[in-house]
T-cell receptor
Framework: QKEVEQNSGPLSVPEGAIASLNCTYS??????FFWYRQYSGKSPELIMS????GDKEDGRFTAQLNKASQYVSLLIRDSQPSDSATYLC??????????FGSGTRLQVQP | DVKVTQSSRYLVKRTGEKVFLECVQDMDHENMFWYRQDPGLGLRLIYFSYDVKMKEKGDIPEGYSVSREKKERFSLILESASTNQTSMYLC?????????????FGPGTRLTVT
């Protein structure tokens, strides 16, 4: 079992809809969780971090964390074509480095 | 703003060559990391460093070494490049004390070994 799992997609949503991206992790001791956005040919860009159970909102983005179920999700409201990218989930486990999922490709259709 | 820079965006090397990839950050971050990214395999950690002259192996250290002589600079060395080291190499940095260790990435170096 991979440590951090994401559906590879593509996830296709119409412009203006809510995109829901999910991630599960295997290490119950994980404390810190991150979402990165990566455009094709570019490096990952940090968009959200979450450390406590519940929701964290930042503009059109909401991160949700449920440690009991070992999942973290990212909601993108009012999706725009410019949101089309690969979204990487990353988890801080016992060491000081992150473990990344393989990413979910999001396509927002105009 | 955090700035992480990498010495080259694109690099072409021959099999057996020694290759140096350099990364510099300007935010006084303690932690620095080297990843490679391949289609279908995601980001994989090669080495990281949490202090000058300190290093720890990541998940795929074989065939690589690192050097950190100054806090702002972290070098990845391919001792004898092989074709299976063709990849995108990404450097990142983070603060030691900041909760959660948010990492910030450089632009990446696309290395081709022929």
């Amino acid at each position: 079992q991979k440590e951090v799992e994401q559906n590879s997609g593509p996830l296709s949503v119409p412009e203006g809809a809510i995109a829901s991206l999910n991630c599960t992790y295997s290490d119950r001791g994980s404390q810190s969780f991150f979402w990165y956005r990566q455009y094709s040919g570019k490096s990952p860009e940090l968009i959200m971090s979450i450390y406590s159970n519940g929701d964290k909102e930042d503009g059109r983005f909401t991160a949700q964390l449920n440690k009991a179920s070992q999942y973290v999700s990212l909601l993108i409201r009012d999706s725009q074509p410019s949101d089309s990218a690969t979204y990487l989930c990353a988890v801080m486990t016992g060491r000081r480095a992150l473990t990344f999922g393989s990413g979910t490709r999001l396509q927002v259709q105009p | 703003d955090v700035k992480v820079t990498q010495s080259s965006r694109y690099l072409v090397k021959r099999t057996g060559e020694k290759v140096f990839l350099e990364c510099v950050q300007d935010m006084d971050h303690e932690n620095m990391f080297w990843y490679r990214q391949d289609p279908g395999l995601g980001l994989r950690l090669i080495y990281f460093s949490y202090d000058v002259k300190m290093k720890e192996k990541g998940d795929i250290p074989e065939g690589y070494s690192v050097s950190r002589e100054k806090k702002e600079r972290f070098s990845l060395i391919l001792e004898s490049a092989s074709t299976n080291q063709t990849s995108m190499y990404l450097c990142a940095s983070s603060l030691l004390a900041r909760a959660g260790y948010e990492q910030y990435f450089g632009p990446g170096t696309r290395l081709t070994v022929t």
